[in-house]
């Protein structure tokens, strides 16, 4: 009885999403240091667990759900790198890095974007500026998930050019939090 009971929670879960809180409304971004607006609480060692778990804590912070990541104009780009397992120019999708900063009112020099398995990369202004940096939701039209490059992948548009091995390394992926200083 408890598995037929699992297994209608879960049908129902993939059926209507709505229904399962944890697809509809998780969190999947989190902004925190230097922002002038807020929709959260501070850290909470035991809710904010995986947050914990990389040692990073805040006293504010602007969270994102994948609607409120829809909701901000979305840009279409063309991405490709000159590295051995780069399989073609991929066409990703998401809101510029630069409009996710506006909504949180970041205020600081630098943002340090982490990857789900702890990898942090700082970008300061001269970075920031230098591209029309996205964080990419979808490749080829198909949600980012985890496992993959999601949950969102920081990547700016070549145009189709090959990108050197160099740049490449800067578009980190499975991006789940921004530190603001």
Known sequence: MRGLLRST??????????????LAEGTVLTVSGAIGKTNREAFDPFFDGFLK???????????????ALAALPQQTIKVNADTEDWPRTLAMEGPLLRDVLATAEASGKTATLYALDGFGFEMGADKMASHDWILAMKVDGKPLGIGGFGPLWLVYDTGGRKAPEEEERSW???VFHIEVE
């Open 172 to 174: 980190v992926w499975s």
């Open 53 to 67: 778990f990389h040692d990073k804590t805040f006293d504010k912070a602007y969270t994102f759900d994948w609607d």
């Open 9 to 22: 929670s879960v049908a129902i879960a993939l059926l209507f999403p709505a229904a399962s809180p944890c």
